[in-house]
């Protein structure tokens, strides 16, 4: 089989599955006073600080990077935790763009019902409209939520601009990127990108599903800028309950050292696949949709006139695996909102699908891939334009 379908989950490293297998054994409950809670506890703490330097932080202050079930979770955390932290509404403005992951543009109209304001900015072409950003940086902007890259397309979002814009115009805005599909794809550092707020997930990043975390700058902390959501026993310093997954937080940590070590030969092996894919389309009806900007592991591609469905089905015949887009979605009925705000009719958004890399796929891979495509371009029953 030949996986390509990376963005929506990753095989667990055998790293990952040495470390889970171990924690296993180390099995106490972390806030237990005894030695085997000692020793989770002691488990609990090196696996923080192993995800928090993959972010440029080494020294992690308590509550900085909190552990929850998945990316989502974290998600809800950043923006409905720090919503309702806010007592005083006299900045009640949220600056966002129109193809954020469900995670975010759900929780946002959550906010909207309670009386936030949300602006959408345009992802036209996988382009952010910066110039549309800017105009709203002002003293009325609460929050800026802004994905590092997008789960479909591969765009790589200048979040660092319009943070630094934001808090130029007013210091206590919130700054949140879900950092999920660039967390380890692209080198982060979370002071460089002005960040109060990243969202990770682990089976991203050949970590295992069912763990998640959000990391949390120290103003927030100190501010009180950030409540919890879920009551309960008070685990994560207070800020997310329920005892925590360490089998799962000991695969997280060990992905992510993993994936730290390997980053940068990571990077050049995913660009090179993307590249070759890229140059083996040309000539084809299949239009790459590519970003100005972009991740190196993502390509998104539109076929011509065959739903991306039948393509997927094809492909799978053949062994070889991609999507229609972004998993958490799949099933929905109605064409990727991403898809339309980088420019795509309903019937070219339902007419693409997504090639997603790991380090782990070979150039025999891409080949394969394009062979298949085009035997289907050559078979498969064309819609009626």
Do not use: W
């Not at 919503?83 to 959550?110: F, M, Q, W, Y």
């Not at 993993?258 to 990077?267: K, T």
């Not at 339309?340 to 380090?359: C, K, N, Q, W, Y």
């Amino acid at each position: 089989m030949i996986y390509l379908d990376n963005s929506a989950t990753t095989p667990l490293s055998p790293a990952v599955r040495e470390a889970m297998i171990a924690a296993m054994d180390r099995f106490g409950n972390p806030s237990s006073l005894h030695e085997l809670g000692g020793d989770a506890a002691l488990l609990l703490k090196e696996s923080r600080a192993a995800v928090g330097e993959t972010l440029g932080e080494r020294f992690l202050r308590d509550g900085q990077l909190i552990f929850t079930s998945c990316g989502t979770e974290a998600t809800a955390l950043a923006l409905l935790g720090t919503a309702r932290a806010k007592t005083r509404r006299t900045a009640g403005v949220i600056l966002t763009t129109d193809s954020e992951h469900p995670s975010v543009e759900e929780n946002l109209r959550l906010l909207e019902a309670e009386g936030f304001t949300v602006v959408r900015i345009s992802t036209k072409g996988g382009a952010l409209d910066v110039d549309s950003a800017l105009s709203y940086c002002n003293d009325k902007l609460f929050m800026v939520t802004m994905m590092l890259v997008n789960n479909e397309t591969g765009a790589r979002y200048p979040v660092e601009q319009i943070f630094a814009a934001a808090k130029a115009a007013n210091p206590a805005c919130v700054c949140h990127t879900d950092a999920v599909q660039g967390f380890l794809k692209l080198p982060i550092r979370v002071k460089t990108l002005g960040a109060d707020l990243v969202t990770l997930s682990a089976h991203k990043i050949h970590g295992p599903k069912g763990v998640g975390a959000l990391y949390i700058a120290e103003r927030m902390l100190k501010e009180r800028r950030i409540v919890p959501f879920l009551a309960g026993g008070g685990q994560e310093f207070g800020l997310r309950s329920g005892t925590e997954n360490m089998i799962g937080i000991a695969g997280f940590a060990a992905a992510a050292r993993v994936g730290a070590e390997s980053l940068r030969g990571d990077f050049f092996r995913m660009t090179a696949l993307s590249d070759l894919l890229i140059k083996g389309l040309a000539g084809s009806e299949i239009r790459v949709n590519r970003p100005p900007v972009t991740a190196p592991h993502i390509v998104s591609l539109t076929l011509p006139h065959i739903k991306s469905e039948t393509m997927l089905h094809f492909l799978a015949g053949r062994g070889i695996s991609v999507s229609s887009g972004s998993a958490c979605s799949s099933h929905a009925k109605h064409p990727s909102r991403t898809l339309l705000a980088f420019g795509l009719t309903p019937e070219e958004a339902d007419s693409t699908i997504r090639v997603s890399f790991s380090a782990a796929n070979t150039p025999a891979d891409v080949e394969a891939l394009l062979a298949a495509l085009t035997e289907g371009l050559a078979t498969l029953v064309r819609m009626k334009k």
